[in-house]
């Protein structure tokens, strides 16, 4: 080794020269699993519900890789799979009043919020029939019927509709929430902070649910936040921070419900933290050289938030093998006929180019 990367070898934080011990960390801090959780609250209509949505965002997100890699989808992915227990928990308290603002990775969001997978999947493939008309693709999903705010290109640019919405409701005195979705890098951004601050003093019915996959692009987690845990930072704003174990869908219905019943009573923000991990690479063509092959990360890596929740539906006396069996086939073929309609559906009119781009 010569001696400038000697130095610049010295200059790395001792937090990314143990990769291994930081991540255990970070799992072993506290976190809120489905031991604990309140099972009477899943019924067993409910629990199928979760389990087909799980499956749709699962069968839906392995659609779009498919189609992807095989060029027939412009653009750029940004994949959900893995990260399906924290939309499903949360969505499942929702109904079409609510709002939910998203982020780059929001296949997900969209799926459990309600969104139909036919425009959805015709939008990505920038086809007429989608829901923005074929000309905002996968990172400008939004369906305003369905409460879906949209999708969002900027990282964090989901905070301030979020609060705007939320700050609607109130002065509206209905009983509507709205939910924040953000990854671990948004925390970063100021608009976070200024978002929390607000949202906590005016008590708006709002609840941020950070889904921290450990990694923002290639930056992990643990290099660039100040605060080990992103729930910790809640008590700046005067709100409760909570972790939950965002593969565990039942642990995240549970503390969801909680600040969504909090929120509709008035009572204002929460934060909530998943800890999770995203199957794929940031994007669809990252090379992934950042993640981990082996130890304690790639341990966590392939826990399948899927399997947790089929364990648990059986455990519980919730579903049965071949009842999940059934549903897991009806949500292929859900995703096959939405394949089927957007790759069926015309390409938007080049006469239509500057049409609802700009507000008459
Ligand atoms: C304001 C802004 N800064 C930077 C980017 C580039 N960028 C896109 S996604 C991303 C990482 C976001 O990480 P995180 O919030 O953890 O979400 P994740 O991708 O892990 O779901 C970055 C830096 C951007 N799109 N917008
Ligand atoms: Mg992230």
Redesign the pocket.
Known sequence: MNEKAKDQAKEVPKSITNVDTAFQELIDLEVHTSVDTKVKEITKEKASEMYKNMEDIRNFEENVRRFFTAGEIPGFV?L?AG?EAIATGVSAHLTDDDYITS???GHGHCIAKGGDLKPMMAEIFGKETGLGKGKGGSMHIADLDKGILGAN?????GFGIAVGAAMRNKYKKNDSVVICF????????GLFHESLNMASIWKLPIVFVN???????A?P?WYSSASKTIAERASAYDMPGVRVNGKDTAAVFDIAGEAIERARKGEGPTLIECVTY?NYG??EGDNISYKAVSGKEKEWAIVDPIEVFREYAIEHGLLTEDELDKLKEESKQHVADAVDFAKESPEPDPETLYTDVFAD
């Open positions: 940004h959900y990260q982020t780059h990775r290109g900027m990282v964090g640019g953000f990854g671990d890098g948004a925390a970063n951004e889904e921290n996959n450990f990694f923002a692009e930056t987690q995203r940031h994007f």
